[in-house]
């Protein structure tokens, strides 16, 4: 039996400010003389929603904002009500939903520790067991006497994360907060939910924009689009469904999108007109290549004067300008070039593509024989890169972004 069932699941909200007295007064004349009322415009966050849970299974819900992540998890915590269609759990419930959620702020932080297990149904006895754990996990043993209201939010949260995964509920639900705090905290946050996965197999519900990281730790994710159930699946999957969904979306964007929209830094001196990804052999524009494809980058600028042993890069980054991938054109060549005066074409060509499936972007840098910045810009042009059929590269993309050839050897030690 599972340990949670939605079934059909719909939450609607009412669009708009809250009815004036004019309007109120027009709605009770409305119903005197039998007239249809006045309403405001529903807004569906979630829309017959339908899915259940095994005990001990890891999910992910993943999706864009308004993707109605957050209300699905404060229907599953019982903390809001189905305009339509039901939801059972079978089983005590630590929810972590929002930050300082369930944490009262006039209370210390030792005060809201037996609260929260209070809420939960622990005993007082067992709270006084864990105590010094989960104070020692929060690393706030220095203020847990101290009121809430004083804590920063990073330290509310470590708090209430350090509260929720101490409890021995039957179900976990933790939206948003892997990444609070700082490096050494999420850290021992990874490690405490790996703790709880692998070693006391309990039921974890996980929502999070980080889908690389939550690939890693769920057994199965569910991607919701709309308030409606797009995909649910194994994590490999579902992530190159939504990865795949947000690429189309941006190259999209930046198709419609020009030059003006660029963010860039110049001198003044050089203007650049064009930056196109194009197919090696045929020369067409496209933004989609396989792994291992070679990629021409065709560069139109226009310079006012002319500029000898210029130095030239091309980076590749992610969203989050994280940047994975470079090539300095002063490494490739044997003499510096030379930016002439009025149109220049410059061309790159990546004779195999090393970056593993996702979405780019290019970032390019000029300088001038001295060192002096001539044009810098990132968020440049879209690169979706793709697994062939042949292979299935989408969990190694999950782990890394750049893939190396290599050499082995196998042999016995000693012959």
Not at 156 to 171: N, Q
Not at 318 to 339: F, M
Request: glycine share 6%.
């Amino acid at each position: 039996m599972p340990i949670i069932e939605v079934n059909h699941l719909t939450k609607e909200y009412r669009l708009g400010h809250i009815t004036s007295l004019k309007e109120t007064a027009l709605n009770m004349l409305r119903r005197m003389t039998f007239q249809p009322l006045h309403e405001r415009e529903r807004f569906k966050a979630l829309d017959d929603v339908n899915f259940h849970i095994q005990e001990g299974e890891v999910v992910g819900i993943i999706g864009h904002n308004g993707a109605g992540k957050s209300t699905l998890l404060k229907h599953l915590a019982n903390i809001s009500k189905p305009t339509k269609g039901e939801v059972i759990v079978r089983g005590s419930v630590a929810p972590l939903i929002e930050v300082g959620a369930g944490v009262n702020p006039e209370l210390t932080g030792r005060e809201n520790i037996f609260l929260n297990a209070a809420i939960l149904g622990i005993p007082k006895k067992i709270v006084k067991q864990k105590l010094d754990e989960i104070i020692e996990f929060s690393e706030l043993e220095q203020f847990i006497d101290t009121p809430v209201k004083r804590y920063s939010s990073g330290m509310t949260v470590k708090l209430g994360f350090s509260i929720a995964t101490s409890m021995e509920a039957d179900i976990l639900i933790v939206d948003e907060v892997l990444a609070v705090g700082d490096l050494n905290f999420q850290r021992k946050c990874i490690d405490r939910m790996k703790d709880l996965i692998y070693k006391q197999s309990q039921t974890v519900l996980l929502v999070g924009h980080n889908i690389r990281q939550l690939e890693r730790i769920c057994s199965r994710m569910i991607l919701l689009d709309h308030g409606k159930v797009d995909m649910d699946s194994d994590p490999q999957s579902v992530s190159k469904a939504f990865f795949d969904k947000s690429a189309e979306a941006e190259i999209e964007k930046m198709k419609q999108a020009n030059n003006k929209q660029w963010t860039f830094e110049s001198s003044g001196a050089i203007s650049i007109n064009s930056i196109k990804l194009l197919d090696s052999q045929t020369g067409q524009q496209k933004n989609v290549f396989e792994i291992g494809e070679p990629i021409r980058i065709r560069i139109e600028l226009v310079s006012n004067q002319q500029f000898e042993n210029v130095d030239m890069g091309i980076a590749y980054h992610t969203s989050d300008l994280l940047y994975v991938a470079i090539s300095p054109l002063t490494a490739s060549l044997n003499e510096p070039p030379t930016i002439y005066t009025g149109k220049n074409v410059i061309e790159c060509l990546f004779t195999e593509m090393k970056l593993l499936p996702g979405l780019f972007f290019i970032q390019i840098g000029l300088k001038d024989s001295w060192g002096n910045l001539l044009w810098y810009g990132d968020n440049l042009a879209s690169l979706h890169v793709i697994s062939p059929q042949s292979l299935n590269a989408t969990r190694l993309s999950s782990i890394t972004f750049v893939q190396f050839d290599a050499i082995w050897n196998f042999s016995k030690a000693g012959s």
